[in-house]
């Protein structure tokens, strides 16, 4: 029964294909992309642009497919648009894993969902509300702040060497992951994403490059409220 929904998703993919006149073809990728964002990471190198509280837990940053060469895609041309039903239909789950963390307002947030669906949804060969539904599902699979925290590494405002984290992430997932971090303005660097890879059918995990990119050798890892309290060396 499963791998007959899985035929229909893929059948009604390709009609979606078929149908859309500035995406005759559609866009040729070699696997897809989930970005998870620590959200104390996004305050610190964000500053003014955070609300007063994030959640304590990765949240989607991102889906978008990928090329293993040549440049990334985005901004595809395509007429169809992400609907406000599909917002709605999946409002709460939306709140919780792709929040905004610039605020928590729902209306307001609808902004983001709809920019990310322009930006890279529109180069995905499914309708958008297998993008959203994607997305979500892939980001409740896996508990990345569990699996680091069951490999001693918490977000405790200490360092951590990076292959420390993606050997932790490799032995609880089965398949290599990379790591995004990213500066404050004052030079401190922080772990600040998790990108996982699947294949373009959405349904086995792949290895990523097992790179930290943006990266010194031992990225902070903060809590809520976390401040430095001197300069970094």
Excluded at 95 to 119: A, C, G, H, V, Y
Excluded at 170 to 195: Q, S, T
Aim: overall charge neutral; aromatic content about 14%; hydrophobic content about 30%.
């Amino acid at each position: 029964m499963k791998s007959k929904f899985l035929l229909i998703f893929l059948f009604l993919g390709i009609l979606y294909c078929e149908a859309e006149y500035f995406n005759p073809n559609c866009y040729e990728y070699d696997y897809l992309e989930l970005a998870l964002r620590w959200p104390n990471t996004y305050c610190l190198t964000h500053e003014g642009a955070c609300r007063d509280i994030v959640p304590q837990y990765f949240t989607i940053s991102y889906l978008r497919p990928k090329k293993r060469a040549g440049p990334d895609l985005q901004y595809c041309p395509t007429q169809i648009s992400l609907p406000n039903s599909t917002i709605e239909a999946n409002k709460n789950d939306l709140l919780k894993f792709w929040p905004d963390l610039r605020t928590d307002n729902f209306i307001e947030s609808k902004s983001l969902w709809k920019d990310q669906w322009k930006k890279f949804g529109s180069c995905y060969n499914l309708m958008p509300d297998d993008y959203i539904v994607y997305a979500l599902n892939s980001r409740k699979r896996n508990d990345l702040k569990k699996i680091l925290t069951n490999a001693g590494i918490v977000p405790s405002g200490s360092s951590y060497p990076t292959r420390r984290i993606l050997q932790a992430f490799r032995k609880a997932l089965g398949v290599n992951v990379n790591i995004i971090c990213e500066p404050d303005r004052n030079g401190y660097v922080y772990l600040a994403e998790v990108h996982q890879c699947v294949d373009v059918q959405g349904t086995t995990p792949i290895d990523c490059d097992n790179k930290a990119r943006g990266c010194d050798d031992d990225p902070i890892y903060p809590y809520m409220g976390f401040q430095p309290d001197k300069d970094p060396k």
